[in-house]
């Protein structure tokens, strides 16, 4: 997918994260539809295009949300630094694998999330787990398998093998 | 030369991570910092305008089907009743909400909230209220049920509140009977305790848990909530005290912003 596509897909996926996805929220936990254009970008381009672009998704998210500025920033910076120890090839293995992909990395970003926003509180890290971060990396790659059934799948497919 | 390039090359996303990593944290310790509150607050103006435009297309969307509704009534009698008893709620409310604020010694601003956000266990709600309307940071915010929490962050039209049950709420709160103080916090799944209360007070179930007013940011005698269980604590030093806030901040629709000075 060229550079001028995954724009238009982050346009896309920023309008649907602010003002849809408050709208699919259950008990407090809603999919977070930026992390998975992290993990697609991560995963299409090299890791050092996945770490810049987490960053700056992240930073534009911490201004347009309410809480502290900087954690979705950190979170969304590790996640697109880590998509690649995921896979290494093309994301295009089936949705089964894309899905499980979002999951790893939604854990690992949920935690950071909620770990920085409860530092200094007494709430408990498994009932943190277990109560938001669990569910909420499930909740995301539920909806990063709808995605993928939805896109066409050449979005999926590497840039590198693209340009060729 | 050419092998310390590609040496360099290698650690490129590794110095990137750290830069990035060291950007964000000092992001991190920048939220007090005044320029970057600004920033952060015309950015919320961004979004607030954005969702009121939104809050209010679902609002003439509803006064659509609300004219529907008016007109089947006639042939609907049902329905009718249905719709009348809807009014009269809505109506008790405004009346409470109008009793408030002419009872209330405080100056307040009304707002209604226009969206809410939740990510773990923060939460938060935006209003349409904010500097031009006399708001500042730390105001509280209350309705006429009580306390609903205080202002997090400001922006020229529009506020972030931060309700009572975000996980970082915290307030000077004592038992309204005999004045015993203690700090009022959200808990674990959905609970609130009333903490460091000594265990030879005398709390009892159905006490009513009012603001100190031992804190520059909230007056006295705001009402939280009731006492719904009393227990030890397992340090066996304090109370253990739940409480049941008078306020539901997910349901909230209408709030007061206490202004600074008094009338």
């Known amino acids: 997918m ?124 498994l009932i943190m787990l277990f109560r938001f971060v669990i569910p909420g990396a499930f909740y995301t790659a539920v909806l990063a398998m709808i995605v993928y059934e939805l896109l066409p799948k050449n979005v999926f497919r590497q840039y590198e093998y693209e340009s060729r | 030369m050419l092998r310390w390039e590609t040496h360099l090359h290698q650690l490129r996303d590794y110095i990137l991570l750290f830069l990035l990593l060291s950007f964000s944290l000092i992001l991190i310790n920048l939220n007090s910092n005044p320029q970057v509150r600004w920033l952060h607050g015309f950015s919320l103006n961004l979004i607030g305008n954005l969702q009121n435009t939104m809050h209010f297309w679902g609002k003439v969307r509803q006064l659509e089907n609300e004219n529907d509704e008016l007109r089947s009534r006639v042939a609907d009698l049902t329905y009718k009743n249905s719709l009348m008893q809807e009014a009269y709620l809505s109506n008790i409310r405004l009346r409470n909400l109008l009793k408030y604020k002419k009872s209330s010694s405080f100056k307040l601003v009304t707002a209604v909230v226009i969206g809410q956000n939740y990510h773990g266990f923060s939460h938060a709600l935006l209003i349409n209220s904010g500097k031009k309307q006399g708001l500042e940071e730390k105001l509280p915010v209350l309705s006429s049920d009580g306390l609903v929490g205080k202002i997090a962050l400001i922006g020229s039209h529009y506020a972030v509140v931060q309700p009572l049950d975000d996980v970082n709420f915290r307030v000077s709160a004592m038992i309204q009977r005999n004045r015993v103080v203690g700090i009022f916090t959200p808990g674990k799944s959905g609970k609130y305790f009333l903490n460091y209360v000594p265990i030879q007070s005398n709390v009892k179930k159905g006490d009513v848990v009012v603001t100190s007013g031992y804190s520059n940011v909230f007056p006295k005698g705001i009402k939280i909530g009731v006492v719904t269980q009393v227990g030890a604590a397992k340090n066996k030093l304090f109370k253990k005290i739940e409480v049941t806030p008078g306020v539901q901040t997910e349901r909230v629709e209408n709030v007061f912003v206490v202004l600074k000075k008094a009338r």
């Open chain 1, 2 to 125: 060229t550079n001028f596509g995954l724009l238009i897909l982050f346009l896309f996926f920023f309008v649907l994260q602010l003002f849809f996805i408050p709208l699919l929220e259950i008990k407090g936990i809603k999919p977070d539809l930026l992390l998975v254009f992290v993990i697609l970008v991560g995963l299409q381009r090299e890791r050092f295009w996945g770490t810049l672009v987490g960053f700056f998704v992240g930073l534009l998210q911490d201004l347009f949300c309410t809480g502290f500025l900087g954690v979705f920033t950190i979170a969304k910076t590790i996640s697109g630094f880590l998509v690649r120890a995921f896979s290494e090839k093309s994301v295009n293995n089936g949705v089964l694998n894309f899905g499980g992909i979002v999951f790893a990395i939604g854990l690992i970003h949920n935690f950071l999330v909620d770990w920085i926003s409860a530092w200094g509180t007494h709430v408990s890290i």
